[in-house]
């Protein structure tokens, strides 16, 4: 982006090509006394342009900087086949994957919010795994990606889960196939987690710059088949002052892993917090980050309690009814909710 494209006065745009500023990273090192002595402006003024360059600096990064290539059309027939044969995730909870049309889909951005507890990472943590089970056993084969911004994720935890996965997945198809006995080498703990790629993320700057790198990671990876992260939300609550650049920012990350999605036939799930917010004369759980965020995603979820039990409500999908499910979270992973299975409340 040069200069001319700056949302300032045309006066300070003609002072700083004037001096010799044509594009945004030549103001990236200039101090604004500097800048100031040579527009011949104030310091405060000086500062405002430099702050103003510095924002558009970091949206021109998020969005790439670079002209879009538009493809050639393609049918809505050509559309429909193509949905019939994508994979789905299974989250290991039936009632959930009935709901969700037979588990996380594929190629779409899939949103999932909830309060404290309720097992936001759990669900993706099991998703990470699930992902790894072979094609010969129902599964798609694939690798996963998980961006880890709260510190949340137990690598511990992500044994426990893989070694549940496979003992239940292996033991369904013996059961089903009374003459296989071959257990095959991939089907081994260390492998599934040596399959999930872990990034640890400690500031907004930092969340934006592995978003941008996904891209070129994937095509080097081309097996990832899901790309987690755990939350979505939390640093962009933290750290953010200026709603305005905040809202740009993220609408440029939704973009960016939408196309994802679609380039390279993979499942988005990004992990939310919630809120309350005063509807129709009573308080409703929300997703974070406002009403502008919910175009984001192709399908969102909200997970919560009904009394003990824990439930997942499909809050928008433009392909499935809204309903809800009940699951639990057992030292397997997601799994089938029990009823007479109480939460255990600490006093």
């Known amino acids: 982006m040069g200069i001319s494209c700056l949302p300032i006065a045309p006066s300070q745009r003609a002072k700083l090509i004037s001096a010799g500023y044509k594009t945004l990273n030549s103001l990236s090192s200039v101090s604004p006394s500097d800048l100031a002595r040579d527009l011949n402006v104030a310091v405060h ?3 405002d342009i430099l702050k103003i360059a510095s924002e558009n600096r970091l949206v021109e990064r998020t969005f790439g900087g670079g002209q879009a290539i538009v493809p050639g059309a393609q049918t809505a027939w050509d559309i429909f086949r ?4 994508l994979k789905h995730i299974t989250t290991f909870c039936d009632d959930l994957d009935t709901i969700l049309g037979g588990g996380i ?3 779409e951005v899939t949103e999932v919010g909830g309060v404290p507890g309720i097992g936001k990472t759990q669900l993706g943590i099991q998703l990470a795994v699930n992902v790894q089970i072979p094609a010969d056993y129902g599964g798609i084969g694939g690798k996963a990606v998980y961006i880890d911004t709260e510190g949340s994720f137990m690598v511990e935890r992500a044994s426990q889960i893989a070694e549940a996965c496979i003992r239940e997945t292996l033991d369904n198809f013996v059961f089903q196939h009374k003459d296989y006995q071959m257990c095959p080498e991939g089907m081994q703990t260390n492998t599934f987690l040596s399959n999930i790629f872990y990034f640890r993320i400690c500031s907004y700057t930092e969340q934006i710059a592995v978003i941008n790198y996904l891209d070129e990671f994937i095509s080097e990876h081309k097996d990832v088949k899901i790309v987690i992260i755990d939350s979505i939300t939390f640093h ?4 953010f002052d200026d709603m305005a650049l905040r809202t740009r920012v993220l609408s440029g990350l939704a973009l960016q892993l939408m196309k ?5 036939s993979l499942a988005i799930v990004l992990l939310n917090q919630v809120t309350t ?4 004369g009573s308080f409703q759980l929300s997703f974070a980050l406002g ?5 984001a995603c192709t399908n969102r979820i909200i997970l919560y309690w009904n009394g003990d039990e824990r439930y997942a409500y499909i809050d928008k999908s433009p392909s499935l009814p809204s309903a809800s499910a009940p699951f639990a979270v057992t030292n397997k992973g997601i799994r089938n909710a029990v009823l ?3 939460r255990t409340r600490m006093m």
């Open 82 to 85: 193509e949905e019939q044969t």
């Open 45 to 47: 003024e000086a500062a």
């Open 260 to 264: 994802l999605a679609k380039k390279y």
């Open 105 to 107: 889909k594929c190629k």
């Open 291 to 295: 009403d502008s965020w919910s175009h």
């Open 277 to 280: 917010k005063f509807t129709e």
């Open 236 to 239: 962009f609550r933290q750290d």
């Open 340 to 342: 007479l299975c109480k």
